[in-house]
């Protein structure tokens, strides 16, 4: 078909935060664990899985017309692509990963200075030549091809490796001395793509979608009946992503209080709610939020 989007979804650790994702934006995608062509339920995509770490190069020559990836692999390769769209969640959790230079917690090695000479294992090559050059320190940096937190003290001096939470490292004795790089999952397009009419919208309305299924993440509805009396008090206790939707019941006594919130202030807020005098107090998930 001449109206084809081809997307490059990240195979690996992102995978499965991908895949859920994508599915609150309101699209199927399903695959078998050998293939690297998915099937989604939208005839004008053709995804395919590619590692995050190559996906800017793919992205660039054309291959595919936009990715899914870190910034850091995008730094990391030096890909002529655009950035069009920042997407903050990752393995774990909603929030960036961070790049960290690590020792041993016996280490004499106390900050970048202090790598003069010294083996330094990574998968993150170019950057971390970058990092060392920015801090005038020459040293041997080495391409780890995994488990490069089990590397020091007898592989390497130090590491530059990616966390989330730092269990890894702990587990392993070591220590974060200093952020190297903190990165971001992130929209790819190449020019071709960005300047045809129907691709950049067919992407800008992906963008959308997937930004707003993040954004509805950490949010629920809340419903509530309250009685017309009570309804400035309940207003009181309850915050709102913009303002709470008020609506005339059949018993004019009472309006039924509609909002959206976060969902880490619920088991806080019910209960002054329920004390402010509302009833019926429903929690509802959310798919998307769109501002």
Do not use: C
């Amino acid at each position: 078909m001449s109206n084809l989007l081809k997307l490059g979804l990240p195979k690996g650790s992102l995978q499965e935060s991908t895949f859920h994702l994508f599915a609150k934006a309101g699209y199927k995608i399903s695959s078998t664990s050998r293939s690297y062509f998915p099937s989604i339920d939208d005839a004008e995509m053709k995804p395919m899985l590619i590692r995050a770490q190559e996906m800017s190069r793919y992205v660039e020559d054309g291959v595919l017309d936009v990715g899914i990836t870190g910034r850091d692999w995008v730094k990391e390769n030096a890909s002529k692509v655009e950035e069009v769209a920042e997407l903050v969640y990752a393995k774990v959790g909603l929030k960036p990963v961070r790049w960290v230079l690590a020792v041993p917690a016996d280490s004499k090695i106390k900050s970048a200075k202090d790598l003069q000479g010294k083996r330094i294992a990574t998968e993150l090559v170019n950057v971390t030549k970058e990092y060392l050059k920015k801090n005038g320190v020459t040293a041997n940096v080495e391409f780890s091809w995994g488990a490069t937190e089990a590397k020091p003290p007898e592989l390497a001096d130090a590491i530059i490796e990616v966390t989330e939470t730092g269990s890894s490292l702990r587990a392993n004795n070591l220590i974060i001395l200093e952020t190297v790089l903190e990165s971001s999952t992130v929209v790819i397009v190449n020019s071709a793509a960005w300047g045809d009419p129907w691709k950049r919208k067919k992407i800008e309305n992906l963008i959308l979608l997937l930004k707003g299924a993040l954004a509805a993440q950490e949010k629920v509805g809340l419903k509530m009946n309250v009685p017309r009396k009570n309804l400035e008090q309940v207003m009181k206790v309850l915050p709102a992503l913009n303002s709470p939707t008020i609506a005339e019941m059949y018993d004019k006594n009472w309006v039924d209080v509609d909002t959206v919130v976060d969902e880490k202030i619920v088991r806080e807020i019910v209960p002054k709610l329920k004390d402010a005098g509302a009833e019926g107090i429903v929690e509802y998930p959310l798919n998307k939020v769109i501002p």
